[in-house]
């Protein structure tokens, strides 16, 4: 088991849904990382969490620390948020490294 | 300002040769990380530099792979004796660290390395 799994592994929306993509992790953290991939490869840090919530646009990141569980939701989703969603831990007692999960898919249609 | 960039974009090299990756970080910004993503993973850990400190290189797949910060600002990775299984995106970060309370990394573009 991987000590960071995403779900839903792939995920089709209509223009306008609201999405949400699950992240959970078995380990203690120190901080929870929600990462954007685009389409031609290039890697943008959305947010950085260890405890409640952030907003930034249309993007909302929660953690629940006690559940082990984060999740990022987009509202009035857009074609050009297509994209792979990556959730990175920080281990409590892993220094400085990250730990990765596999990425979420997300494909918005118009 | 300038982002973090990498040279080159693409690599391709036999197997058995020695390959140089290079990152410029932001500038000011004192930590620095390597990640890799083979084709079709997802991202894995390789080494972190914070400021004069000693690196995490907990993420090293093996002794071929070294890198080094000259400075505290340019890194190299150095992959000695190429195999297939190398071959991935080698992407760069960098942050303005945890002592200055501000750990969001931002990622350069990535070098494709391609061994034959």
């Known amino acids: 088991k991987n000590e960071v799994e995403q779900s839903p592994q792939n995920l089709t929306a209509q223009e306008g849904e609201f999405i949400t993509i699950n992240c959970s992790y078995s380990?203690?953290?120190?901080?929870l990382h929600w990462l954007q991939q685009h389409p031609g490869g290039g890697i943008v840090s959305l947010f950085m969490?260890?405890?409640g919530k952030k907003k930034h646009g249309r993007l909302i990141a929660t953690i629940n620390i006690q559940e082990k569980h984060s999740s990022l939701h987009i509202t009035a989703s857009h074609p050009r948020d297509s994209a792979v969603y990556i959730c990175?831990?920080?281990?409590?007692?892993?220094?400085?490294?990250?730990?990765f999960g596999e990425g979420t898919q997300l494909t918005v249609n118009p | 300002g300038a982002g973090v960039s990498q040279s080159p974009s693409n690599k391709v090299t036999e197997k058995g040769k020695d390959v140089e990756l290079r990152c410029d970080p932001i500038?000011?910004?004192?930590?620095l990380y390597w990640y890799r993503q083979s084709l079709g993973q997802g991202l894995e850990f390789l080494i972190y530099?914070?400021?004069?400190?000693?690196?995490?290189k907990s993420g090293l797949p093996s002794d071929r792979f070294s890198a080094e910060r000259t400075g505290g600002s340019v890194s190299t990775l150095t992959i000695q004796r190429t195999q297939q299984e190398d071959s991935a995106v080698y992407l760069c970060?960098?942050?303005?660290?945890?002592?200055?309370?501000?750990?969001?990394?931002?990622f350069g573009p990535g070098t494709r390395l391609l061994v034959l």
């Open positions: 990175a831990v920080k281990g409590e007692t892993s220094g400085s490294r990250l730990t």
């Open positions: 380990v203690g953290i120190s901080a």
């Open positions: 500038s000011g910004h004192t930590a």
């Open positions: 970060a960098s942050s303005l660290g945890f002592l200055a309370g501000e750990e969001t990394q931002y």
């Open positions: 969490l260890s405890s």
């Open positions: 530099f914070q400021g004069n400190s000693a690196p995490d």
